[in-house]
């Protein structure tokens, strides 16, 4: 793994750390982090009340930026991957499944955006 890599590999999991914790002080219980299937990840499955969230974090230099780096393929990607956790957890078919991002960048407060992602479930 190149050093620039190796960096952006260890600003993501920074990134992810204090979007779990945002998550937590807001009232989220996090169910999984990190969760891999074929084709896709999620980096942060939460619920509250009758919602599961599943998080996409992006970091980068903005909040705009971060934002922006939600594409529709990573859409595509999390949606697969949302499809087979909500598949693998049965007691979630009564929730409300919705795709939301956390965008962090340097000096600012996490924004957590609420339906960042249109999930195709």
Do not use: N
Not at 13 to 29: C, I, K, M, S
Not at 89 to 117: E, N, Q, Y
Request: hydrophobic content about 50%; aromatic content about 6%; overall charge positive.
């Amino acid at each position: 793994m190149t050093a620039r890599r190796r960096r952006a590999y260890l600003l993501g999991l920074r990134a992810e750390t204090w979007a779990a914790l945002h998550l937590r002080l807001t009232g989220w219980r996090i169910l999984d982090r990190r969760w891999q299937a074929s084709g896709g990840e999620i980096d942060i499955v939460a619920l509250r009340g009758d919602v599961v969230a599943f998080v996409e974090v992006k970091a980068r230099d903005t909040l705009d930026a971060a934002a922006l780096a939600i594409t529709p393929d990573k859409a595509r990607r999390m949606s697969r991957a949302a499809r087979a956790w909500a598949g693998r957890h049965p007691w979630s078919a009564g929730k409300v499944l919705r795709g939301d991002a956390i965008l962090v960048a340097p000096g600012r407060w996490p924004r957590r955006v609420a339906c960042a992602v249109e999930l195709e479930l």
